[in-house]
Each structure stands twice: as structure tokens, then as C-alpha cells.
């Protein structure tokens, strides 16, 4: 991720519960305790949310290896509701997503912040590294104004019966919020996302009215993918 760069108070609390979002592989796992000990050093999470993010840790650390990585990859790999890349749940597939790519490093950049290769700026716990080298007030104002993504990937994770769900909890709690679970929406199967429309449906594409059937037209006021922070990242979870 961001070389290293100056914490702010609250900190060390986000670069936790960044590293806790992270691919569980070997080097992470060697860092369990120290994290523990950072959160209760920082003392910013709440005492019941710790005792939660603790028993995740220290779950994590006797579970299987395979079955730990394996479990995070369903988790957070498969399907757009818990997907950590936030500009899933803002622009989706559009191609509004590569400019605010593209306005998001920009704002790290301007930081004195550079991501590492093959990263991409929208990952939580990228986002996260860069939350924690802002002062409180700003890296507060941040997490709320992304709040609603959070409580959305809290929800999905909840009905998921996951305790990654104690990570969103905390941000949320960080952002000076209460963690509300947002029901999330059904996510569609891959095999039929990745369906191509019949060449001769008609008008009975997907998204689309049946042949015959009144075709509606919803028109959307075009906003330039300009700006910086957080806002570059506000926007309905989908």
C-alpha cells in the first residue's frame, strides 16, 4: 500500500481494521497480537466492538490457513454486495468509474501519498491507509461521508453471519455513526450477468420492456466525475 506516512490520533485504529480487510496470508496472520495491542493502545474503537474484532483475530489465527484465505475469497471475491472495492457500489460497471479512479489517486497524490503497483485506489483498505494520516476532524468527515457504502457492506456481511461484519461495525462507530445493517439486494447469479442479450429480442433485453410493452425513459442529469476526498467516493450504494 502508501509508504510509510505520519499517523494521526486514531490512526493506528485504521490501520487495523485496513490490515483486517486484507487478504488473510501468511505475513498477516504473523501480526495478530500486534494489532490487538494497537487497537487497545489507541483506545478510539469501543470496548465491545474490540472484544469483537479481538475474537476475529484471534480466530483467524487457529483456523486452517486454506480454509481461512479460501473463506475470504468467497466472502469478498464473489458477488457485488461485500465487495471491498467501493466504486462497486457507486458506479457499478458505468464509465464514470475510471475518472473517479482517476480524481481518487489524484487526491492521494496530492497527500504526498502514491499507491504501490497494481493497486487501485478504491479498495477499503487502500482508502482506509489514507483516512489514517488525516487529522481526526477530516478522517471522521471522511469515513461519513462513505458511511453509507459501510453500512451497506455491514449489512451484506450480516446476513452473511460473517464476523468481518465487527470491522464495518467499527468503522462506522469511528465515523461517529451507529451501525445500521442495510438489507442488501439479492445479487444476480455470474452466469447470468455475464449472459449477451439475444441479437433478436427485440426490446426483450435485459433492462428492457418486452416487444409490444411501453419502453420507459428515465433521464439522468450528467455530473463530470470531478472533485476530491470523499467525495469523489459519495454516491448511492447499489
Keep these: 500500500m502508501?509508504?510509510?506516512?505520519?499517523?494521526?490520533?486514531?490512526?493506528?485504529?485504521?490501520?487495523?481494521?485496513?490490515?483486517?480487510?486484507?487478504?488473510?496470508?501468511?505475513r498477516l496472520r504473523e501480526h495478530?497480537?500486534?494489532?490487538?495491542?494497537?487497537?487497545?493502545?489507541?483506545?478510539?474503537?469501543?470496548?465491545?466492538r474490540c472484544e469483537e474484532l479481538d475474537a476475529l483475530t484471534v480466530a483467524l489465527e487457529r483456523a486452517d490457513p486454506m480454509e481461512t484465505e479460501a473463506a475470504y475469497v468467497e466472502i469478498f471475491d464473489r458477488g457485488r454486495a461485500t465487495s471491498l472495492h467501493l466504486f462497486e457500489h457507486v458506479h457499478g460497471d458505468s464509465r464514470e468509474r475510471g475518472p473517479a479512479m482517476i480524481d481518487l489517486c489524484r487526491t492521494y497524490e496530492a497527500a504526498g501519498l502514491f499507491l504501490?503497483?497494481?493497486?487501485?485506489?478504491?479498495?477499503?483498505?487502500?482508502v482506509l491507509e489514507f483516512v489514517s494520516t488525516?487529522?481526526?476532524?477530516?478522517?471522521?468527515?471522511?469515513?461519513?461521508?462513505?458511511?453509507?457504502?459501510?453500512?451497506?457492506?455491514?449489512?451484506?456481511?450480516?446476513?452473511?453471519?460473517?464476523a468481518y461484519a465487527s470491522v464495518l461495525g467499527a468503522l462506522i462507530e469511528l465515523a461517529g455513526e451507529k451501525a445500521q445493517p442495510i438489507e442488501p439486494a439479492a445479487d444476480e447469479a455470474l452466469d447470468?450477468?455475464?449472459?449477451?442479450?439475444?441479437?433478436?429480442?427485440?426490446c426483450s433485453a435485459k433492462g428492457q420492456a418486452k416487444p409490444g410493452q411501453a419502453q420507459p425513459i428515465h433521464v439522468v442529469r450528467s455530473v463530470p466525475a470531478t472533485g476530491s476526498g470523499a467525495n469523489v467516493l459519495s454516491g448511492a450504494a447499489r
Excluded: K
Design 116 to 126: 504501490a503497483p497494481a493497486e487501485l485506489p478504491d479498495y477499503l483498505p487502500v
Design 192 to 202: 447470468e450477468s455475464w449472459v449477451e442479450p439475444s441479437v433478436f429480442a427485440g
Design 2 to 26: 502508501f509508504a510509510a506516512a505520519t499517523l494521526r490520533p486514531m490512526g493506528n485504529s485504521l490501520r487495523v481494521l485496513a490490515a483486517l480487510l486484507a487478504y488473510p496470508d501468511a
Design 134 to 162: 488525516q487529522p481526526p476532524r477530516e478522517a471522521r468527515a471522511f469515513l461519513a461521508e462513505i458511511v453509507h457504502i459501510l453500512n451497506a457492506i455491514f449489512g451484506a456481511l450480516c446476513t452473511r453471519e460473517s
Design 32 to 48: 495478530f497480537a500486534e494489532m490487538r495491542a494497537l487497537l487497545a493502545a489507541d483506545d478510539a474503537v469501543p470496548r465491545s
